[in-house]
């Protein structure tokens, strides 16, 4: 593995189901990061971690959790998922402290019917 | 809060043309600036950064100044390819939550180039 993994690729999902988005990474970053895409707006912060075991709430978290019991494992998980939570979303890490960029796994594409 | 805002699109291209994707920012303080290129499929890629003002980043040949006096940071390559197609999103960084960056995204623009 190099850098970030993030699974599935994509997933249809009913709704009102759970669901939860797997991300990896392999960098040892201490911050971590979940977004959704939607066309239009651009990328949303979700949830973030600023290291294992915190976490804190992003621009749109209701209808998302994570939870980061590692370095290298940051899951989101949608506990009832709904049509809005269509999306795809991006894990992201970022390299240290001091640093401004961050590095963005693949994606998921969900779709909620 | 802060916010980005850059052209909308699509930009469609002849190959060789030169290029520029506008992009202004609202802060309050001094942030970095950030390009990113999504290519179809994939996910974001740092394209180049600007930390300060009158920095210049860049990469691939593509450029952007980090203008503070016109609140800008537009993206120019001289020359484009058909390989360049992609959608580039215009970025700024933000503390949140203390020790957090929060990255601040435009709602991007798709590049079209034409062989």
């Known amino acids: 593995i190099a850098g970030i993994t993030q699974a599935p690729t994509s997933q249809i999902l009913a709704a009102g189901r759970r669901m939860t988005l797997r991300c990896t990474q392999d960098m040892r970053h201490n911050a971590m990061y979940w977004y959704r895409q939607d066309l239009g707006l651009g990328l949303r912060l979700i949830h973030y971690?600023?290291?294992?075991?915190?976490?804190g709430k992003g621009e749109v978290p209701d209808g998302y959790s994570v939870s980061r019991a590692n370095t290298d494992d940051f899951p989101l998980t949608l506990a009832s998922a709904v049509p809005s939570q269509t999306s795809v979303y991006f894990c992201a890490s970022r390299p240290r402290e001091g640093a401004d960029e961050q590095f963005f796994g693949p994606g998921t594409r969900l779709t909620v019917l | 809060g802060d916010s980005v805002t850059q052209m909308e699109g699509p930009v469609t291209l002849s190959e060789e043309a030169f290029l520029t994707i506008n992009c202004t920012y609202t802060?309050?303080?001094?942030?970095?600036l950030f390009w990113y290129v999504q290519y179809p499929g994939e996910g974001l890629q740092l394209l180049l950064k600007?930390?300060?003002?009158?920095d210049k980043g860049s990469n691939k040949g593509f450029e952007a100044t980090y203008r503070k006096e016109t609140t800008s940071f537009h993206l120019e390559k001289g020359s484009v390819q058909v390989s360049d197609s992609a959608v580039y999103f215009c970025?700024?960084?933000?503390?949140?939550?203390?020790?957090?960056?929060?990255?601040?995204f435009g709602t991007g623009t798709l590049l079209a180039v034409q062989p």
């Open positions: 971690s600023n290291t294992a075991g915190t976490t």
């Open positions: 600007a930390t300060k003002a009158d």
């Open positions: 970025a700024l960084s933000e503390n949140y939550g203390g020790a957090t960056n929060k990255l601040i």
């Open positions: 802060a309050t303080g001094y942030p970095s």
